[in-house]
């Protein structure tokens, strides 16, 4: 079956702009996690959705990054006013529940000009 | 003190021959393990559960020390398409499967 779908694959923007990343979790799949891996460095978490349960937003680096995620479904990823040191791969990751493994889409690559 | 630690590498090993990679992780609290393999520029995959009893997947071995906080992989009769690096990753505690990743051991797989 389908497979974590992210878009845009990849996403130039000039500083100060505002980005919108998107994800599409496997199909069942109730619990979907945002990470950030930036360039020669291990991912860091960012957000986590758990079904209808509030997200855990625990590692969001500041006020200007936000996720939202409808249901069990699609879950967007917004950064506002971009600023260099945003430029990362964007990984979205989900799984069947919160004691799985988890599964991970081909990322959005940022880069802020 | 990180979270999860590894030897970056790069681990340059023959076509055939036996390498092995170990994590240490520094909550003793952490609930599971797993091992997962990032090629370049693409995104992590799992590659493997560990548990506590140790598994195998083909030539593929995961062992979990809890006493020690180490996890390690064996990867025996390597192939070059095993080149890749190699994710040690730790769900700590607290719930919610946030994993925790090191930043990975490189394997370089020559003729």
């Known amino acids: 079956g389908a497979g974590v779908s992210q878009s845009p694959s990849n996403k130039v923007t000039e500083k100060g702009k505002d980005v919108e990343l998107r994800c599409d979790p496997i199909?069942?799949?109730?619990?979907l996690y945002w990470y950030r891996q930036r360039l020669g460095q291990g991912l860091e978490f960012l957000i986590y959705f758990q079904g209808n349960s509030a997200p855990d937003k625990s590692g969001l680096p500041s006020d200007r990054f936000s996720a939202e995620r409808t249901g069990e479904s699609v879950s967007t990823l917004t950064i506002q006013r971009t600023q260099q040191e945003d430029s990362a791969v964007y990984l979205c990751a989900s799984s069947f529940n919160s004691n799985q493994p988890q599964h991970f889409g081909d990322g959005t690559r940022l880069s802020i000009l | 003190r990180k979270e999860v630690e590894q030897d970056p590498g790069p681990f340059n090993v023959p076509e055939g021959a036996t390498v092995a990679f170990n994590c240490t992780y520094s909550n003793s609290a952490s609930q599971s393990f797993f091992w997962y393999r990032q090629d370049c520029r693409k995104e992590p995959k799992l590659l493997m559960s560990?548990?506590?009893s140790g598994n195998e997947d083909g030539r593929f071995t995961a062992q979990l020390n809890r006493a020690s906080q180490y996890i390690s992989l064996l990867i025996r009769d390597s192939k070059l398409s095993d080149s890749a690096t190699y994710l040690c990753v730790v769900n700590p505690p607290g719930g919610g499967n946030k994993l925790t990743f090191g930043t990975g051991t490189q394997l370089k797989v020559e003729l």
């Open positions: 560990v548990y506590s």
């Open positions: 199909s069942g799949h109730t619990a």
